[in-house]
Every structure is written in C-alpha cells, then in structure tokens.
C-alpha cells in the first residue's frame, strides 16, 4: 500500500467556494461557473494550466472575468471577487496560497467586463492506494 | 561543526545586473515568448507579430513578454494565450 498526496480541482474547488460567499456579501443573483452564460451578473473562472510543486502542492493558473450588466457595479464585483480569492488561504486547509498577478483590467466587450489572473497553490490531500 | 555564512549583498546584486544573467534571462524569455506565439489565436496574425521580449534592469535583470495590441488584454481575458 502507498499513501500519496491527491490534489484537489482547483478550478472547481473555487467555483464553489466563491459562489455563497458572493451571494451572502451583496451579490445575492451571481452566476460563478467555469463555462460563461451570459447572466446579469457573472464570474467566469478558468483554469490556464498549473504543475505539481512537491509531493504536497501544486499550483494552478486561473483566469477571472467578472460581468455586471451596471457599469457602475463591475468594479465592485471585481474587488469583492479579489478580496474574497485573497482571503481563501485564511478560511480553509485546501488553498495554501493566492497570488494576484495582474487586474482587475478594464475589458471593452459587449458587456461591463473586468479581468483578472491569480496564481493558486494548493495543497494534496493523503490517499492511500494499493 | 559550525559554519559561519556572511551573504555578500553586493556581489550578488552584480550577479543579478550582469550581462551574463541579462544574456540567460532573455533567452528564457525569447523561449517563453516563441511558445506564446505558438498558441495565439491568430485573425489576421498583427496579435501574433505583436508579442515581443522588453527587457530593463532594476536591481536585476528583468524580461517582459509583451503583446503590443489594444485588444491583447481581450484576447488573453477570454483565451488566456499568455499565460496558459
């Protein structure tokens, strides 16, 4: 029998991480999600690649569009989006750390867009495999 | 046993502005930036020819790997091409 580190989704991990945490702290209608709908209010995450740290971490790459259909809101809903993403590490054993390596970034599109991209490392939890 | 270490700051500070490491730095960065242009979505190909190395020195060597459009950042917000 081996006992070995398995890494959890980050991408999904955050997903539903951020999702109540956005609803309870004034975004009650967000869509959090890793495939973009097109809703009112949206935070569209994913995942650029990543790689294995040592036998306990890895990182991952995750990109973050926010949408807000109020453009006076979209920057908010990016700060909060921020905030929350760099308050992960405090709240639970999964994600160790959480760099912000660039954003929020003004994205002209259809709709009010911000752009943001952070480095994430998590930790592996133990596994035992025979 | 005991062994006393004394970093010396200033020769690494060197280290770190020399040619040498700007030579290693840039070539690390031309890599990086050739693999980018590999994998940029390409329309009319002027994002592609856009990506290029700038390099400064600060208290180091330092390389950027610049994509010199007005619509890089929607292009890299919604593929991710420069950081995938």
């Known amino acids: 029998m081996s006992v070995v580190a398995e890494f959890p989704d980050a991408l999904s991990w955050l997903v539903d991480y951020l999702t109540p945490r956005l609803k309870v702290n004034g975004y009650p209608y967000v869509t959090v999600g890793d495939l973009y709908k097109g809703d009112s209010v949206e935070v569209w995450l994913q995942r650029d690649g990543g790689r294995v740290l040592d036998v306990a971490r890895a990182t991952a790459s995750i990109r973050v569009n926010c949408f807000h259909d109020d453009p006076a809101e979209v920057d908010t809903l990016a700060q909060r989006v921020s905030t929350l993403m760099r308050l992960a590490p405090t709240e639970n054993d999964v994600v160790l750390t959480v760099q912000q390596n660039a954003g929020p970034l003004f994205i002209s599109g259809i709709k009010p867009q911000r752009y943001m991209l952070f480095d994430v490392t998590v930790a592996g939890a133990s596994v035992s495999l025979v | ?84």
């Open chain 2, 1 to 84: 046993m005991v062994i006393k270490f004394k970093l010396d700051h200033a020769g690494l500070g060197a280290v770190l502005k020399s040619g040498a490491m700007a030579a290693a730095v840039q070539a690390a960065a031309k890599s990086k930036a050739d693999e980018i242009r590999a994998n940029c979505p390409v329309e009319t190909g002027t994002l592609q020819a856009s990506i290029h190395v700038e390099m400064t020195t600060t208290d180091r060597a330092k390389a950027q790997i610049v994509a010199a459009t007005d619509y890089a950042a929607e292009v890299q917000s919604k593929t991710g091409f420069m950081s995938k």
